[in-house]
């Protein structure tokens, strides 16, 4: 109270510490709440203090305040709460019930930097605003000069739309290092990202040590190096070394766990059962009921689901056994380990796209669907993931799944992550079940930002203003059941970790401003403006982002006569489209896209470059014509 009061009589009088606002536009990512942004701003003094809590929660907070303001070159000292300092970090005494438990206040005044919060959680994510609002050089990672370190006169009063504000991280395709699983845990924190989904287990890799399991990683965790387009490769000879891959020492997962906490992140594990379980088969074949399963090989990328119309086909079992007894106490193991490690009170199992078609030929499965009278394969399945819950609750536990596990009938406690659209979800919900919604249609990071020609194929486009219309809240579901969402990074065709940040970054911000912002907050294209203006942030902190906003989108149709008609179209404004037929590369002095153009008699290739006045945004774009002739279904 005394040190508040303070804080006000400074702000009265200390008007030379005001001075012109600079230029730069406020752009916080996510938007907060509310936001006032008074005349001028606060000039940082030579001798930054910060006061805080002394609570062990908020250490890495003050660890992380002295490490971004060392760039400054100025002193920084932290000291305790008692003490009259320049930014003052303070947790309520009287809770402010509007901000719960992730919410704080942000005052930055001519006398310095106030941030208060119920929760240690709201003073973090509080920083996390004031980074943002710092000259972009806060970010760097070595001492700047020439900075004016001003940060503009705001009141901030800002909290989350949601409670689950997630990502998930597959570590099970392609291994990413304990070091590289902290930086992505870094670079969510400075969005407000609250929860890691590690995806710990596939066909191509069981990454966490189960030690009374040891062949799960002795085994399991490697397979043989492939590049190229994952699901094509040659299956590997048998005798080719299996050295690519790795895992998760119990001790790395208690300090990842550790590292995400610090940083109010908890992390979810995922152990992906009845399908995607090759890798655990290989390491027990005796989990089968398939007769030569004890051949089968981790994963490497080869061709082995069979997807067809209307459904897939595994061309090796890859399942779990529903009817094998021996599965259930190997899972037992699994989990009592798992629940130990994670603090997080969900265990994610899995339950997609598990192939049903060795089920359909196994005698002990039909045994088991006589005993049981289960009708389906999909009611086998249900058997199975009811079975688990049972498990995993005897942990103290709640199980959540992917949407698959609502065929056949859910089980009593699930918890439902709704990826194939949003249906799943409103199922779910309207059976009574919370629900995160993690669509394909919005959140799939995996997917290309932009057009195949100029991105490394994958599955399917979603682009960042596709993205950015992701709301979780489905009409006529009641909300009390959505928990929030999260946006999931598969791995199969991620090789690295400055392609995977190339495509976190910048769908993730948009993931992040759908779960924080309150609904009315939202607007395009000043979300647009905003990532444009956090760029040069990224490039300080040395993070991989995509700029396929940055690109056109092409539209092929046929017009009239049968002739290709090409659409050109930009996801953000003020940008101008030049382009060329003339195998020459495009540049501002080129012609302006203005309408549908048509495609000169033997012309072969439509290059586009796009500008905004003479800063070149996009990338130069060799698009053929005759893949927009067979878009638009005008060749074969
Ligand atoms: C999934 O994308 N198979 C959950």
Not at 288 to 300: F, M, R, W
Not at 562 to 585: A, K, P, R, T, W
Not at 588 to 615: C, I, Q
Request: proline share 6%; aromatic share 12%; glycine share 8%.
């Amino acid at each position: 109270m005394k040190k508040t009061l303070v804080f006000c009589l400074l702000s009265l009088f200390s008007v030379g510490g005001f001075c012109q606002a600079s230029e730069s536009s406020i752009s916080i990512i996510p938007e907060p709440v509310s936001l006032v942004k008074g005349a001028g701003s606060f000039v940082l003094p030579e001798n930054i203090s910060i006061s805080m809590p002394a609570s062990p929660e908020l250490n890495e907070t003050g660890q992380l305040l002295k490490q971004k303001f060392a760039v400054t070159g100025r002193a920084v000292t932290l000291v305790g709460a008692d003490k009259v300092s320049i930014i003052e970090l303070i947790l309520n005494k009287n809770a402010d019930k509007s901000l719960g438990n992730e919410g704080y206040t942000l005052s930055v005044r001519g006398a310095g930097i106030l941030i208060k919060a119920n929760k240690p959680a709201g003073l973090f994510y509080g920083v996390q605003t004031l980074l943002q609002l710092l000259p972009k050089e806060i970010e760097s990672p070595v001492p700047v000069s020439g900075t004016v370190w001003n940060v503009p006169i705001v009141e901030i009063t800002d909290y989350p739309r949601f409670g689950w504000r997630g990502l998930m991280f597959d570590v099970a395709r392609h291994f990413f290092t304990k070091q590289e699983v902290k930086d992505f845990i870094d670079n969510m924190a400075r969005y407000k990202f609250n929860l890691l989904h590690m995806h710990l287990t596939d066909d191509e890799g069981w990454r966490i040590e189960i030690k009374s399991l040891p062949r799960l990683t002795s085994v399991g965790a490697w397979n043989v190096k492939r590049v190229g387009y994952f699901g094509t490769f040659d299956k590997p000879a048998p005798d080719e070394p299996r050295n690519y891959g790795g895992f998760y020492t119990q001790d790395d997962i208690r300090e990842l766990i550790k590292y995400a906490k610090d940083r109010f992140i908890n992390i979810m594990p995922e152990v992906d059962i009845p399908g995607h379980s090759m890798a655990a088969i290989v390491s027990y074949p005796e989990l089968s009921c398939t007769a030569g399963a004890d051949k089968y090989q981790v994963i490497s990328g080869e061709k082995f689901i069979d997807w067809h119309q209307g459904g897939f086909d595994a061309l090796e079992d890859n399942t779990l056994c529903p009817a094998n007894e021996k599965v259930y106490p190997f899972l037992d193991k699994v989990f009592t380990e798992i629940a130990a490690l994670f603090p997080f009170e969900y265990i994610h199992v899995g339950g997609d796209e598990c192939a049903k078609n060795f089920w359909e030929q196994s005698d002990a499965v039909k045994q088991l669907m006589k005993k049981e009278n289960l009708k389906t394969m999909d009611e086998v399945q249900s058997y199975f993931e009811k079975r688990v819950e049972k498990i995993v609750e005897s942990k103290g536990k709640k199980l959540i799944g992917w949407d698959e596990i609502l065929a056949g009938g859910l089980a009593p406690n699930a918890l439902v992550m709704s990826w194939r659209g949003m249906d799943g979800g409103i199922q779910a919900a309207k059976l009574g079940h919370q629900v995160v919604m993690s669509p394909t249609t919005f959140v799939y990071l995996d997917y290309m930002q932009g057009d195949p020609i100029y991105e490394p194929e994958v599955y399917a486009t979603l682009r960042l203003n596709t993205t950015y219309e992701f709301e979780p809240v489905p009409e006529g579901v009641d909300p009390k059941f959505i928990l929030g969402g999260q946006a999931n990074l598969w791995s199969e065709q991620i090789y690295n970790t400055r392609h995977l940040q190339y495509m976190v970054w910048p769908r993730s911000l948009a993931v992040s401003e759908c779960l924080w912002s309150p609904r009315e907050k939202k607007n395009w294209n000043s979300f647009a403006k905003k990532v444009e203006n956090n760029f040069p942030r990224m490039d300080l902190e040395q993070v991989k982002y995509s700029r396929c906003m940055f690109d056109p989108i092409f539209t092929a149709k046929k017009d009239a006569n049968d002739s290709l008609l090409i659409d050109l179209s930009m996801e953000v404004e003020g940008l101008d489209i030049h382009y060329s037929f003339d195998n020459s590369h495009p540049d501002n002095f080129y012609p302006v896209y203005k309408g549908p153009l048509s495609v000169p008699k033997d012309a072969v290739m439509l290059e586009v470059v796009t500008y905004r006045g003479d800063k070149q945004m996009g990338r130069q774009i060799e698009m053929p014509v005759d893949v927009l002739k067979k878009r638009a279904g005008l060749i074969k």
